[in-house]
């Protein structure tokens, strides 16, 4: 056969190219061309395979990221406002609602805010706040009844000042005094139908220290206003409470308002020492008045709001940890301290508070519970979360692995952690001893604890007992621990430790507050959003908020109201940055643009609760 010509081939295809170079046949009748291109279809057919090899590995790489990332995003991830952050697929994970304002009452509330911005009504309020600080009204942990203790009568200069500062209040509102000091004032609402909201605030004060009134910048009863803060005991804990209300219900009547809803005001004069006075008394009035679940939900002072990397994060609180003051009690024979034994009841009391410290409270991170739904907020909403916590927040809410890998890194992440998810304990008074040379025959300590939302009283006696049985048993001790004989018999022993609750005050842990999906929560949280996003700060203030769940670790006068309703709040819509030096210690102080945010809380909440269809 004779040699063909290029021309005379079948032109080159993809199924007739040789796969590879090497089945090219090197021969001296090979035509050059022939080889040139079957070597450029080879290259062009390699150069396609890789391709798919690369399409190939990425798509899997993909499926492998999207595998792993899954859980995390989505394309709801991405809230409207200005600083997009990415956040997780589930929108259960702490929902929010919108801003809520007065629909029917606008008219009203952009006349208020626009009176509230006068120069004329800031200083009026701030005098309001002032004037009220100025007034000692003192909370003593020693007070007798308000018949007998004479210290009482100082709340009766504070009626009269509120009186001759909200006219309209006392003329319109019905007051009763209850317990003699304390105070409830009954507003009618038109319609009888809807169940009342009720304010809570208290009157009185912790004392100050007469060895540290010099280091106050101002007098601390002077109730001064310097341009930017109001000074003086109270002005953050909690008269802003009380004054803020009835400023924002005297401005309320000014404008002829009249509500549809009953509200009601409750006043203490103790809650500094539990309201064993007050608010006890407060709430058996309320009850015999109005009934059990009479209240569509309770607002006390509380939970305020901070900026967390440009947010703003309000935390109301709705739960509240127990309360258990424990006593010790080390009784053993008395004699001559030239003849010792090896250990007096002063050494046998210490052993038990090193066991005690030796033994603190283990923390816990449970799902259900206001701290860990806190830290749901945090991570979906801060943009200043680790990325490391927030992943392990997200993968802790289906992993127990991950819960308490969580929960190992929260002491060193949240300062507050131990405070707020465990049950605190302080030891905070020790007495022993009478004479230099005399054994001490009876020597005692005080625990104070602040029971957290997953324990109880029974839990903490029971802990407690266990923890200082070892010590009396070395010691040769019986213990009595809350009633209940423990350990070795009385008459074979050498003395007795006695554990009791100190005041008689112990107090399980608060009913929690229903959030998501519950109308009172669902409101409440439209009002704070509302009142941020229409503030009428004349710094910088950011745009984006959300609201919380959150815990009170301190108790307030709510203890005595749980059966009027399950829908109890506490807070006071203060900023973190709005007191100056905290409240219970020198230079109390509130910022007076803070103030008047508070009470135009108060004003949308009150006008709110009156056409919402969130309440019964």
Not at 3 to 32: C, G, L, M, Y
Not at 159 to 172: D, N
Not at 326 to 334: A, E, H, I, K, N
Not at 423 to 440: E, F, H, M, R, S
Request: charged share 20%; net charge negative.
């Amino acid at each position: 056969m004779g040699q063909t010509t290029q021309t005379e081939r079948e032109p080159f295809s993809d199924e007739k190219a040789p796969s590879t170079v090497q089945n090219i046949h090197w021969t001296a009748n090979e035509d050059p061309e022939f080889v040139r291109h079957a070597t450029q279809n080879y290259k062009r057919r390699r150069s396609a395979l890789r391709l798919k090899i690369l399409h190939f590995a990425c798509f899997l790489g993909l499926v492998l990221l999207s595998h792993h990332f899954w859980p995390y995003l989505t394309t709801s991830a991405f809230p409207s406002h200005e600083s997009q952050r990415l956040l997780v697929i589930d929108d259960d994970m702490c929902p929010q609602v919108s801003a809520i304002t007065p629909s029917s009452h606008t008219t009203l509330i952009d006349t208020l805010d626009e009176e509230y911005g006068t120069k004329e009504f800031k200083l009026k309020a701030y005098e309001s706040l002032g004037g009220a600080v100025r007034i000692p009204t003192v909370c003593y942990d020693d007070l007798g009844t308000p018949e007998e203790d004479p210290r009482w009568e100082v709340f009766d200069d504070f009626h009269t000042y509120i009186e001759q500062r909200f006219p309209k209040v006392h003329a319109t509102l019905q007051r009763t005094k209850v317990a003699t000091y304390a105070l409830v004032y009954h507003w009618q609402g038109t319609d009888t139908s809807l169940k009342p909201l009720l304010l809570a605030a208290h009157m009185d004060v912790v004392p100050t220290l007469a060895a540290t009134e010099a280091n106050w910048i101002n007098p601390p009863f002077s109730g001064y206003y310097d341009g930017e803060w109001i000074w003086g005991r109270g002005s953050c804990d909690d008269k802003p409470g009380v004054i803020g209300i009835m400023t924002a219900i005297e401005a309320l009547l000014e404008q002829g308002f009249k509500p549809t809803r009953t509200v009601i005001l409750a006043f203490g004069i103790d809650e500094e020492r539990g309201g064993q006075t007050g608010a006890a008394a407060i709430g058996k009035y309320l009850v015999n008045t109005y009934g059990e679940d009479s209240i569509s939900m309770i607002v006390d002072e509380g939970g305020g709001f901070s900026d967390l990397s440009g947010t703003i994060f309000a935390t109301p609180a709705v739960a509240e940890k127990g309360y258990l003051d424990v006593r010790v009690d080390v009784l053993t024979p008395g004699g001559h301290s030239s003849r010792p034994p090896r250990h007096t009841g002063i050494g046998i009391l210490a052993s038990v508070v090193t066991g005690l410290e030796a033994n603190p409270h283990v923390p816990k991170l449970a799902r259900d519970r206001t701290y860990y739904q806190g830290l749901q907020c945090r991570a979906k909403y801060d943009d200043g979360f680790p990325s490391e916590m927030r992943e392990l927040v997200i993968e802790s809410q289906t992993s127990d692995e991950k819960l308490h890998e969580l929960e190992t890194k929260l002491d060193d992440f949240d300062p507050a952690y131990s405070a707020s998810a465990g049950t605190t304990q302080a030891i905070d008074i020790i007495y022993g001893g009478v004479k230099i040379n005399a054994l001490p025959e009876a020597v005692y300590a005080i625990t104070n604890h602040r029971i957290a939302d997953h324990s109880s009283v029974s839990e903490l006696q029971d802990r407690f007992a266990s923890i200082v049985a070892p010590v009396a048993a070395k010691h040769n001790m019986s213990l009595n621990a809350f009633g209940k004989e423990i350990g070795l018999e009385a008459s074979t022993t050498w003395g007795l430790v006695k554990v009791s609750d100190a005041f008689g005050s112990a107090l399980e842990p608060a009913p929690v507050t229903p959030t998501t999906g519950s109308g009172p929560y669902e409101l409440l949280s439209g009002t704070i959003l509302s009142t941020l996003k229409t503030n009428l700060r004349t710094d910088d203030f950011p745009e984006f908020s959300v609201v919380s769940p959150g815990l009170s670790l301190g108790n307030t006068d709510t203890r005595h109201y749980w059966s009027l309703t399950r829908h109890i709040f506490r807070y006071g819509h203060r900023g973190t940055t709005d007191g100056y030096n905290g409240a219970h210690t020198i230079n109390e102080a509130i910022r007076a643009e803070g103030f008047l945010e508070q009470i135009r809380f108060f004003t949308r909440l009150i006008l709110n609760a009156d056409e919402t269809h969130l309440l019964d």
